[in-house]
């Protein structure tokens, strides 16, 4: 008598191997992620605008939770006053910020979370023994940014 075997597919061969390798793909393609807390009402910002907003730096630690940077422009945040800062995406601004504000909108508050390969990335900033803010290596920063004005070209000098 001739014993069949379960026949076993090629595709049930390599499912395991496409299983875990499709997880692990998902886990490094980290992205910009825009979380609005209050929605905005005026013009978005685009890469030719200047926009003031108030902004609080934010360290995202792997297990969800948040370690203050010690930088804001928001007195209620530690601040020295409250001092918005005016911008132009792409200028002089890390590419995670550049991504994220552009899909925000004047009067908009989020949370900007950016992955460290569209930070820093290795390199640390500000000082590890106090006096300011710091920002360690390959850390994902998460930003409270609230854009308070969106003026339609960078150089005009009412905001």
């Avoid at 900007?112 to 803010?133: E, I, R, T």
Wanted: without cysteine; hydrophobic residues 35%.
């Amino acid at each position: 008598m001739i014993k069949s075997t379960p026949h076993r597919s090629l595709f049930h061969i390599l499912l395991p191997f496409f299983r875990s390798t499709i997880v692990i793909a998902f886990s490094l393609a980290k992205e910009v992620i825009v979380e609005i807390q209050s929605a905005g009402r005026g013009p978005p910002v685009n890469q030719s605008s200047r926009y003031r907003s108030h902004v609080t730096l934010y360290i995202e630690n792997s297990d969800g939770t948040r370690t203050p940077s010690g930088w804001s422009t928001r007195e209620s945040d530690g601040a020295d006053r409250d001092a918005p800062f005016a911008f132009q995406p792409g200028v002089n601004l890390i590419e995670g910020w550049t991504e994220g504000v552009l899909k925000m909108r004047e009067g908009e508050r989020s949370w900007l979370h950016v992955p460290s390969d569209k930070g820093y990335g290795a390199q640390s900033m500000g000082s590890p023994n106090g006096g300011g803010f710091y920002i360690p290596s390959n850390s994902d920063l998460l930003f409270d940014i609230e854009i308070l004005g969106v003026e339609g070209e960078y150089g005009k000098q009412d905001l």
